[in-house]
Structure formats: C-alpha cells, structure tokens
C-alpha cells in the first residue's frame, strides 16, 4: 500500500509542508469570511462604509480593471507621437541654446525611462521632419484616448449614450493641452523635489498635488459627469491628484531605477512591460476617480431629491390651424 502524503503529529495537525499550507489557506479564507461579514454588518452603521461598499460593486459593475486596461493601451500608443515631438522638439531647443539634448532634458525634467532615447534620436538631421510627422500623428492619439475616456466617464455616470458629448477637434486640442499641462507639473515636481528634503519636500509634495487636481477638475466637468455641478467631481479631483504625485514619487525613485538597472537584462520588453505597468495604475486612478465622484453624487441625490438638475420641460405644442 503506497504510504499516505502526509503525517499528522500526535495533537492531529498535519505535518507535511502541503498539509501546512492548506491549513494556512483555510484560515485565512475563514479569517477573511469574517472580516467580509463584519464589514457587511458596519454598513447599516457608517455612511462611509456603505459608500465604500457601493465604489466596489459600482467598479465591478462597470467591469473598471478591464476599461482601465484600454486606457493603459492608448496612453501607451498616444506616447509614442509624443516622444517622437519631445524628441524633435528637444534637439532644436537644445541647438538654438547651443546645449546638448541630454542637458536640456534635465532641465525640464524629463528624466526616467525616456532620457537615454533622447540622447541619440535627438541628434538626427530629419528632426523637423519628425516634428511634421508627430504633430498630426499626436493630435490623431489624442483624439482616441478622449474617445475611450468619454466612453468610460459615460458608463460609470450611467449615461444614455445619445447625451454624452462627441470628440471633436477642439475638445481634443484642450484634452492634448491639459496633457501638456500634466507634464509640465510633473517637470515641476521633479525639479522642486531636487531641491528639498525632509518635511518640507513632504509639504511641496503635497502642495504639487492641486495642479493635478485642478487640471482634472477640468477635465471631468468636459468628460460625461451626469449633470452634476463642478463642485460634486471635487473628490474625484482630489483623488486624482493625491494618487498622480503617489505614482510619481514611487515611479521616479522605484520603478524607473530599477528598470533602467535591468535595461540589458530584459531589453526593450522589460521597458515597455514596467511603462505598461506604471500607464495601467494611472489609468486605474482615472476610472477610480470617476467612480468615487458618481457614487458620492448619486449618494447626495438620493438624500436630497432636489439637488437633481431638472429636465428641460417640452417645447408646446403648434396651435391647431383654423
């Protein structure tokens, strides 16, 4: 007869490393069942909690890991038009400052993963070239990423699709400007971040996070809000910005060393793998944001009728000829 897997000990327990780990398992299945039961229980008692509860189901309704996952994908696609006008952008700005591209990239704060492109691809002679090439090309991007945002920003408020605004030129010329925008704060963040340490560079870090919530703020109010005022995408805005300069920090002084430490290890792959990465929690943060301002907001309706913008009353009818 073939010997049994495992062995108990003489208290009945197993013995066994296999034994050990589905008893481990088990525990921490129980422990969380009744972690999940009390949380329940709390609902009735805290608002908060119950709000908690409803981002959760809302974000498993609206399926928010797979729409954040597109979102990574034209955010990655989008970069590439803008690499290539940073790049040619960057080698003329460096020419007529007679500086060197790598130097001029500093000094903006374009440090990380795309610094090392920048030093060969900016000494090229076709830069004008690609400077016409990437303009309509980055302009074409944004217009898909605006697409997929106003898609997202519509289910999540659970809007009719015939109510939600159309990506035209010049919403997509402010969405590319906001943009620019962001990364002008992040150029700020690094190069004030250079300079200070301790509390205070905990306090600059803070106060870097309301250009992000104000540029964010102005975007959800263009993006499908469900009539909502300005000041009900507050939280999401908030969030928003206090989740950019996280990502941020952790993606400057974690993620991109580490990746440019393995560039010759894993290749163009492993770059592309951690960008993708780094793209997908941002993105994550977009639809999280949208999913706290409309369950906060549908909360406050459902407490205050009245806050319901109302609906445009039917034009009258034509009197009946005579």
């Not at 830069?127 to 106003?150: K, M, N």
Request: with cysteine; aromatic share 8%.
């Amino acid at each position: 007869m073939a010997q049994a897997d495992e062995t108990h000990s003489s208290d009945g327990q197993p013995d066994s490393r296999g034994g050990r780990l589905r008893a481990w398992n088990a525990a921490m299945q129980e422990r969380g069942h009744r972690y999940a039961d009390q949380a329940q229980a709390e609902r009735a008692h805290h608002a908060s909690v119950d709000a908690a509860f409803e981002m959760v189901d809302r974000d498993a309704e609206v399926a928010g890991g797979i729409i954040a996952g597109a979102l990574a994908y034209r955010l990655f696609i989008w970069l590439l038009p803008l690499g290539l006008v940073l790049v040619a952008g960057l080698g003329i700005a460096a020419n007529a400052n007679s500086e060197t591209p790598q130097k001029t990239a500093g000094e903006i704060g374009l440090l990380g993963l795309v610094s090392s492109s920048i030093a060969g691809a900016s000494n090229s002679s076709n830069r004008y070239y690609a400077l016409a090439i990437g303009i309509p090309i980055l302009v074409y991007v944004t217009r898909s990423v605006l697409r997929v945002l106003i898609g997202a920003h519509r289910l999540v408020w659970r809007d009719l699709r015939a109510a939600v605004p159309k990506p035209k030129m010049s919403s997509t010329l402010q969405l590319l400007g906001m943009f620019c925008l962001l990364f002008v704060a992040f150029g700020l963040s690094m190069a004030v971040g250079k300079h200070t340490d301790g509390v205070f560079g905990v306090i600059v870090a803070i106060v870097m996070t309301l250009p992000y919530a104000a540029v964010w703020l102005y975007v959800t109010y263009r993006l499908p809000h469900g009539g909502a005022p300005w000041t009900a995408l507050i939280p999401g805005a908030v969030l928003f910005g206090l989740g950019t300069e996280v990502i941020h920090v952790v993606s400057e002084f974690f993620i991109a060393p580490y990746s440019l430490a393995k560039q010759g290890t894993y290749g163009a792959l492993g770059l592309a793998a951690v960008l993708l990465l780094g793209l997908f929690f941002f993105s994550r943060l977009i639809v999280g944001a949208a999913i706290v301002n409309a369950t906060l907001w549908e909360r406050h309706v459902r407490r205050e009728p009245q806050a319901l913008p109302a609906a445009p009353s039917p034009a009258p009818l034509p009197p009946p000829d005579a």
